[in-house]
């Protein structure tokens, strides 16, 4: 089944904790991104990677780090966790065809930084 | 950077009416894509649509690009038509360099019985 894994689904961790959430897609999309979902502002791309080895910053990275060293994987990094990225988080991906590449999201991760 | 603006922000319909969420944008984009947040949280595309017209079963959406806009139609609405639906435009570099996605803020839609 096509699929976007994210792992874990729920996080309650202490400020300045590192912590990573993974994120595995099985379709062999080049394209990969994270989004934050707060509440009134809607999903905000964090980083995007356009393929192996490929990053950029969107909206809001400040307190982010990623790495994508497989196609397949693309881990969201928070080396020093505050309250502030206490959130709901969503890893997706997409093919990069001109035409038709649709977002694949997976089910999100709830993170908790008290 | 680009503003998507998506009305009305919320919505109660009773089941079996018909509704119409639309969805502004201020640039020129790539591409445009419809989603539903259903009330566990999932993120379901509905529509990829930079420009036209596509139907899938109750549901139509409508993309004019030249104005910057799109619509999303739900007719005969179900209580399983409940929950969020966000538009999310797409921006590319000319030779590849970025591909940038920004979301509206949605419209929290509740079909009741």
């Known amino acids: 089944e096509a699929q976007v894994t994210q792992n874990p689904r729920y996080l309650i961790t202490v400020t300045g904790k590192k912590l990573t959430v993974t994120c595995s897609q099985n379709?062999?999309?080049?394209?990969m991104s994270w989004y934050r979902q707060d509440p009134g502002l809607g999903l905000r791309q964090i980083y995007y990677?356009?393929?192996?080895?490929?990053?950029d910053k969107g909206d809001v990275p400040e307190g982010y780090k990623v790495s994508r060293k497989e196609k397949r994987n693309f881990p969201l990094i928070l080396e020093s966790p505050s309250p502030n990225q206490t959130s709901l988080y969503f890893c997706?991906?997409?093919?990069?065809?001109?035409?038709?590449?649709?977002?694949?999201f997976g089910n999100g991760t709830r993170l908790t930084v008290t | 950077g680009i503003q998507v603006e998506q009305s009305p922000p919320d919505l109660i319909l009773q089941e079996g009416a018909n509704s119409t969420l639309r969805c502004n944008f201020s640039d020129s984009v790539n591409n445009l894509q419809w989603f539903h947040q259903n009330p566990w949280g999932q993120l379901i595309n509905l529509f990829y649509?930079?420009?036209g017209t596509k139907q899938n079963g109750r549901l139509s959406a409508t993309t004019v690009a030249t104005e910057r806009y799109s619509l999303l139609y739900i007719s005969s609405s179900q209580t399983t038509d409940s929950g969020v639906y966000f538009c999310a435009v797409e921006r590319r570099g000319n030779s590849g360099g970025y591909q940038k996605v920004t979301f509206g803020t949605g419209t929290k839609l509740q079909v009741i019985p």
């Open positions: 997706a991906s997409s093919s990069r065809d001109t035409y038709n590449s649709p977002l694949h």
């Open positions: 379709m062999n999309h080049e394209y």
């Open positions: 990677s356009m393929n192996v080895e490929v990053t």
């Open positions: 649509i930079p420009s």
